[in-house]
């Protein structure tokens, strides 16, 4: 018999946008420190949500997929929104020139409110993922009367720590010199996943290996080395005890502040949750959940990013739960449960019938034996 290789398939498309089912739109953007692409899902004139990934994704790795989960249907049929990708990090991104100043964190932020400029926004929601979430929050921080509501997920507030600085600026030595190597390979799956995942996903480890893969190496160095320079967000947590009336440092709107359960940010976001606003803020943690939550608990995301949206008088007609694919998976669940112990405990109810009926048996035996 012969023998035979299976092999992976690998299928191609032209249309980057071909597998999505929203309006899905290219847009490049100049701003004051360079032109930057911003794709767009929704049809304009909904209520915007802007968003902004975290190193080594763009906007379309990143998001495309989680806006366009079922769950998220009905809540896309009321907003748009608007994908910033940091620049120079976008699909086939040509090299940065090599005098090339890559802008701050701070000036990075500057760039997202030329980018609502320019689409004529008049009030945003914004959503970021780690580095993302860090250049949101500055955004936040420095046009407050323009943000309604901010989704954080994976956010750190403070400045770079000794031991990140240590691994980045590795990765940035290699970046710099064109390479992308197996160290900055297995940084970034750590970055985004954290170990429980990276162990316990293979399929979707290795998808996100290719991914991080064809990034444009030099581009990202760049941007590596702008995030551990960063610095601290300056948040102050009020004091009501003490001072109710006293105006603190910190977010104007309402703050939606996401991680997993294994997450390998977790210090970090537990930190910033600290920091914020408790009457302006809420804090979600995902069980069975590394750092990448849109692709590993999308259901759950959608449930809590809907939730929170209606907390703030967005979509009320979506409140039944029936809308949630996780809610309805749950309740087939609890309804499998039950029938499953119904009939275990109709099994063992009949197993001790059956055993409580034999030592009468031998008893009758018995007394039948003496009388005979």
């Known amino acids: 018999m012969a023998n035979f ?3 992976g398939i690998e299928i191609k498309s032209n249309n980057s946008h071909a597998n999505s089912k929203l309006h899905t739109e290219d847009v490049f953007v100049k701003t004051r420190y360079g032109q930057i692409l911003v794709t767009i899902q929704g049809q304009r004139g909904k209520t915007p949500i802007i968003t902004y990934p975290d190193i080594g994704l763009n906007s379309k790795t990143q998001f495309h997929g989680f806006f366009d989960y079922p769950d998220n249907s009905p809540l896309m049929a009321s907003f748009c929104c608007y994908h910033i990708n940091a620049l120079g990090q976008e699909e086939n991104a040509p090299t940065l020139p090599q005098d090339f100043v890559y802008p701050t964190c701070d000036q990075l932020a500057q760039t ?3 980018v609502v400029n320019h689409f ?3 009030s945003v929601i914004c959503f970021g993922i780690g580095l993302g979430a860090n250049i949101l929050s500055r955004f936040c921080l ?3 009367d323009l943000v309604n509501a901010c989704i954080l997920l994976n956010c750190v507030s403070t400045k770079c720590g000794w031991v990140e600085w240590g691994y980045q600026k590795w990765n940035r030595w290699y970046l710099s010199s064109g390479q992308y190597t197996e160290f900055t390979n297995n940084y970034l ?18 998808t996100y290996s290719d991914i991080f893969s064809r990034t444009n190496p030099v581009n990202l160095s760049l941007l ?4 551990i320079s960063r610095t601290d967000l300056g948040l102050q947590r009020p004091e009501f005890d003490q001072s109710p009336k006293e105006h603190k440092y910190n977010f104007r709107c309402s703050v939606l502040n996401v991680m997993g359960d294994e997450s390998p940010h977790d210090d970090d976001v537990v930190e910033t949750n600290g920091r914020l606003d408790p009457s302006k803020s809420a804090f979600v943690k995902f069980s069975d959940c590394g750092g990448m939550i849109l692709e590993e608990q999308p259901a759950k995301m959608a449930e809590a990013l809907r939730h929170f949206l209606q907390g703030l008088g967005y979509v009320p007609h979506l409140s039944v739960t029936s809308h949630s694919l ?4 749950s309740e087939q669940a609890i309804r499998f449960k039950l029938l499953h112990q119904s009939a275990e405990e109709s099994r063992l109810l009949d197993e001790n019938v059956a055993y409580a009926d034999v030592p009468v048996l031998l008893e009758e035996n018995k007394n039948q034996n003496q009388i005979a």
């Open 326 to 329: 996780a809610n309805r998976h």
């Open 142 to 144: 420095l046009y407050p």
């Open 224 to 227: 590596i080395n702008s995030y």
């Open 189 to 206: 799956l750590w970055h985004h996943f954290g170990y429980k995942t990276w162990e316990n996903n293979h399929d979707l480890v290795q």
């Open 120 to 122: 004529n926004l008049k």
């Open 112 to 114: 997202v409110i030329d």
């Open 5 to 7: 290789e299976l092999t």
